[in-house]
């Protein structure tokens, strides 16, 4: 009987060709399958040729086929579309985690099924054990919250190699293999679109629309170049200069107001209006939905975040509030809430609104 064929999806990265080499070692038939998911553009940012050299590179060296598809038109229509609109509602969007939903454990899943493998693997830090989503051993590298959007079913037949991993051992793991990127940089920026000047790359999709930037106790400011530049907390790229009866400390993005678009910004880091006691997310999806929710939770709202404890309860609409025992600072509508019950992935869901 031959062994299982493992399709390994090659990014150019470090992380998936350790996967692919372990599982090599591991005794499986293993392919790499590299995703393009955005096409070259009049920026010229994007590195998907550069990305595609290395994963052929670490194939040739494992001596392992290498194919190619191209899920653009897929990313466009379920991931950027959603990330453009969030951003004109004057949210603030996270693609990663549509990303791995809607083109990583669908599209990608199928097609390679599609070409007989028996398992899929990625390089992603993070485990599972009987259908359940578990943290990665190391916390740093943990990448369970960008996978909380994933249905259940969806993980079946996928294996995640390096889950048990830290981040030096994998890079050491390259090294001591000879794989040829053992050095590369991680990459950075956003999923498939990767690392440009943000503003730029906006303006590309979306027209500018500047209105007032006011303090915190309605002082005229100056004007602000579009709140889909700005994110709650953020503390560069506001250009306020030094003004006269203020403080010198640094200024931090404290609200923006939809209703009459005017940006709010304070030299408060822990000014009321950044720290919320409270969030509700819309609709939530589960990977684990707990029979009850006495017990206690923890949550994280943004990647890397340390894991926060709180208590959750699912309303009828299918969304989930969450109550922190500690304020969290800029809780961000359009940016995911996900719960954990110890090391289990519960799920995630785009936040709606905080209160106070």
């Not at 170049?225 to 994110?231: N, P, R, V």
């Amino acid at each position: 009987m031959s062994a299982p064929h493992v399709i390994v999806g090659l990014s150019g990265g470090v992380d998936s060709a350790v996967a692919a080499w372990r599982l090599k070692d591991q005794g499986y038939r293993v392919s790499g399958l590299f995703m393009q998911n955005w096409t070259e553009d009049e920026q010229g940012y994007c590195t998907a040729a550069e990305d595609f050299q290395s994963a052929r590179a670490v194939a040739e060296e494992l001596s392992i086929p290498l194919h190619r598809v191209d899920f653009s038109a897929e990313y466009r229509e379920r991931v950027f579309a959603h990330f453009l609109d969030d951003y004109r509602a004057g949210r603030t969007p996270n693609p990663d985690l549509l990303c791995n939903r809607e083109v990583k454990f669908q599209p990608f899943r199928e097609h390679a099924l599609r070409l007989g493998a028996d398992f899929v693997a990625t390089g992603h830090y993070a485990r599972l054990h009987d259908g359940a989503l578990l943290r990665s051993v190391t916390e740093d590298k943990d990448q369970t919250y960008f996978l909380a959007l994933v249905a259940r079913e969806h993980f079946e037949r996928v294996l995640f190699p390096i889950g048990d991993l830290a981040k030096p051992e994998v890079r050491e793991l390259a090294r001591k293999a000879g794989l040829p990127n053992h050095r590369r940089k991680d990459s950075t920026g956003i999923c498939f679109i990767g690392e440009r000047p943000f503003r730029e790359f906006l303006q590309h999709y979306l027209q500018p629309n500047p209105g007032p930037m006011v303090d915190d106790a309605g002082t005229y400011i100056g004007e602000h170049q579009g709140l889909m530049f700005y994110t709650l907390g953020q503390r560069r790229g506001l250009s306020i200069g030094g003004r006269r009866g203020a403080r010198q400390a640094p200024w931090y993005v404290a609200a923006k107001r939809l209703a009459d678009n005017t940006l709010v910004v304070t030299q408060d880091a822990h000014h009321p209006l950044l720290m919320s006691t409270r969030l509700r997310t819309c609709g939530f999806s589960w990977i684990e939905r707990p029979t009850e929710f006495s017990c206690p939770l923890h949550a994280r709202i943004r990647h890397r975040q340390a894991l926060q404890a709180c208590s959750a309860e699912a309303l009828p609409d299918g969304s989930v509030e969450v109550r922190f025992e500690q304020p969290q600072r800029a809780v961000s509508p359009g940016q995911y809430c996900v719960l954990y019950d110890g090391e289990r992935c519960l799920g995630g869901g785009e936040i709606e609104n905080s209160v106070s």
